[in-house]
C-alpha cells in the first residue's frame, strides 16, 4: 500500500442489496463455477447442500459468472443477492459441478505479460487450483485473485526480480460434460448423494426444511422435472416441497405451443408451477420465470412470516419483457392474452396495473372447469397444506417415544386447533378449521403399535382472482330536472 496522509475514497465491488431473511427455503440445483475458488474441495461445494445469504457468501463458495448459460446457478445468485427491487435470503444451493470430472482432456498454456507488477487472464471456466507460472512459486513470486465483476483473473508480482512475460498454464473445466443425469443424481447404497438426490441432505446437515425446488435451465427436460417432484414429495419421509418449472423456449414460440407441450409432457402436477416464457430485462439479462418465481414466493412469504398465505401472482418483478428466444419475431402479449396461459395451469408475466409482473395464481395441475380437487386450483393452497404438515412434523419431532397419555394427546390436538385459529386471525385460512383426534381414525390395533392420527380440515383462503362491476344504464336521472 502506498504512504497515506489525509482522507480518501474509492469505490469497493458492488455486493448489492442487503438481504431481507425468510423462513422460505429454496433449495437450487444446477452448475456452479466453483473451479473459480481457491481450494474449493476444502469446502464441500460439489453435489452438496449448502447455505449461503449474501453475494459475498455466494462468491466465497461457489464462484460467480454472468455467463449463466454455462453456469446456471448464477441466474439464481443474481435474481436473490442483486435484484433491483430486494435482496432475499437464504438459499439452499447444490452445485453438481465436480472440476476433477468435469474439466478438458487438454492444459491450457498462455504467455501473459505484466504490467506495473500485474497481469490478467480473462477466464471463467479457468480451474483456479490448477493455475501455474513456469519457473514461478505462488505466495513468493506472485498471487492470485479472481474479480467477478469482470470475469478475470488477476495476477500479481511479489518477486524480487520483476516478472514480465511468463507462460501460464492451468485446467478449464467442460460444461458440456454436464448432462440430465448429473441434475438428477441420486443415492448410492453406499451412501452417495449425488445431484437432487441432495435434497435430502438439507435437513439433517443444514437443520433446514425446504419448501421449494428448482433448477433453472434444467427443469424443462421431462426427466429433471419428474426428479424434482420425487425429491420435493417426502424429503426424509416427511417434508413436502412445490417444485417450479419451466416450458422450454424451443419450437414453443407461441402460446398455443406451450400449452400444447405442457400436455404432451404432463407437466401437470398440483405440487408443481410450470412457467413461460422467460423474461429479459432492459439490460439484455435473460431470467427464467421459475427463478424469478422462487425469488417472489420467498419475498412474498417474508411479509407474511413465512406463511406461504399469498400467491406470488400479479407481484412486482424487475422490469423487462416477456422474452422467446434469440431468433424468435413474438413481441409478446398483454394480460388479457396471458390468461390464455393462466387457465391451462402457467404461469407468465406480464405488464399490469403500471408494472411488470409474475401472473398466474394456479398449480400446474389448474385446468379451468376441469379441477376435480379444490386444492389444485391456487398455489397457495397447496403450499398451505404442505405448511401446516410441514409445521406439525417439526414441532412435535422430539415428543415421539414420550408417554401418550391422554394428557400428551389432548395437548397435540389443542395446540394445532391453536394454530389453525392463528392462521384464521391473520387471513391465512377461512372459516372454522377443525384439528381433531378421532376414535374411527384410531383403531386400537394402530394405537397397540403407538400409531396416532389427528384430522385437519381447513380451507386457505383464496386469492382475489376476479373482479367484475357490473353498471346498469337507467333513464331514472332525467325527473330530477323537474323535482324540488
Not at 20 to 37: E, M, S
Not at 268 to 292: I, N
Not at 399 to 412: E, G, Q, Y
Request: a negative charge; one cysteine or more; proline letters at 5%.
Amino acid at each position: 500500500m502506498p504512504y497515506l496522509h489525509g482522507t480518501y475514497g474509492e469505490f469497493n465491488k458492488s455486493i448489492g442489496l442487503v438481504p431481507v431473511a425468510t423462513d422460505t427455503i429454496p433449495v437450487y440445483v444446477g452448475v456452479a463455477p466453483v473451479n473459480l475458488v481457491k481450494n474449493y474441495a476444502e469446502i464441500g461445494n460439489v453435489n452438496a447442500p449448502l447455505r449461503v445469504t449474501s453475494m459475498t457468501g455466494v462468491q466465497s463458495n461457489f464462484g460467480y459468472s454472468a455467463d449463466w448459460s454455462k453456469f446456471s446457478l448464477c441466474e439464481a445468485f443474481a435474481a436473490h443477492f442483486q435484484n433491483s427491487i430486494e435482496n432475499v435470503s437464504p438459499i439452499v444451493v447444490i452445485n453438481v459441478l465436480d472440476p476433477v470430472t468435469h474439466k478438458k482432456t487438454e492444459a491450457t498454456t498462455k504467455e501473459v505479460t505484466f504490467v506495473n507488477g500485474r497481469a490478467e487472464i480473462a477466464s471463467d471456466t479457468i480451474i483456479l487450483d490448477t493455475l501455474a507460472l513456469a519457473d514461478k512459486v505462488e505466495g513468493t513470486d506472485y498471487t492470485v485473485d479472481y474479480d467477478y465483476t469482470r470475469g478475470v483473473v488477476i495476477l500479481t508480482d511479489i518477486s524480487v526480480t520483476p516478472l514480465t512475460n511468463v507462460n501460464a498454464t492451468f485446467s478449464e473445466v467442460d460444461v458440456s460434460k454436464i448432462t440430465e443425469t448429473n441434475i438428477i443424481g441420486g443415492v448410492t447404497a453406499e451412501g452417495v448423494y449425488t445431484g437432487l438426490g441432495c435434497v435430502g441432505l438439507v435437513y439433517p446437515e443444514l437443520g433446514l426444511i425446504p419448501n421449494i425446488i428448482a433448477a433453472p435451465g434444467y427443469s424443462d427436460k421431462v426427466s429433471v422435472y419428474k426428479a424434482m417432484l420425487q425429491a420435493g414429495t417426502k424429503i426424509n419421509g416427511h417434508w413436502d416441497a412445490v417444485v417450479n418449472a419451466d416450458i422450454p423456449l424451443t419450437s414453443n414460440d407461441t402460446i398455443a405451443k406451450a400449452v400444447k407441450w405442457k400436455s404432451d409432457n404432463d407437466y401437470s402436477s398440483e405440487r408443481a408451477k410450470v412457467f413461460y416464457p422467460q423474461w429479459q430485462l432492459k439490460d439484455g439479462t435473460v431470467y427464467h420465470l421459475s427463478t424469478l418465481a422462487t425469488w417472489l414466493m420467498c419475498r412474498v412469504d417474508g411479509t407474511h412470516n413465512g406463511i406461504p398465505m399469498e400467491t406470488p401472482s400479479n407481484k412486482q418483478i424487475p422490469a423487462g419483457r416477456q422474452y422467446f428466444g434469440a431468433t424468435s419475431t413474438n413481441k409478446g402479449y398483454d394480460q388479457q392474452t396471458a390468461n390464455e396461459l393462466n387457465e391451462n395451469g402457467i404461469t407468465t408475466a406480464v405488464y399490469w396495473g403500471g408494472m411488470n409482473v409474475l401472473w398466474g395464481p394456479h398449480t400446474a395441475a389448474y385446468q379451468y372447469g376441469q379441477v376435480s380437487d379444490g386444492r389444485a386450483i391456487f398455489d397457495n393452497s397447496i403450499r398451505m397444506m404442505m405448511y401446516v404438515t410441514n409445521d406439525f412434523q417439526r414441532e412435535h419431532a422430539l415428543t415421539i417415544d414420550s408417554p401418550m397419555t391422554k394428557a400428551l394427546a389432548d395437548t397435540i390436538t389443542n395446540r394445532e386447533q391453536e394454530k389453525l385459529d392463528a392462521l384464521v386471525a391473520i387471513g391465512a385460512l377461512i372459516g372454522e378449521p377443525v384439528c381433531e383426534f378421532k376414535e374411527s381414525e384410531n383403531s386400537t390395533t394402530q394405537l397397540m403399535e403407538g400409531d396416532f392420527v389427528w384430522n385437519n380440515r381447513l380451507t386457505p383462503t383464496p386469492p382475489f382472482k376476479s373482479g367484475t362491476m357490473k353498471v346498469a344504464y337507467t333513464d331514472e336521472g332525467f325527473s330530477s330536472y323537474f323535482g324540488e
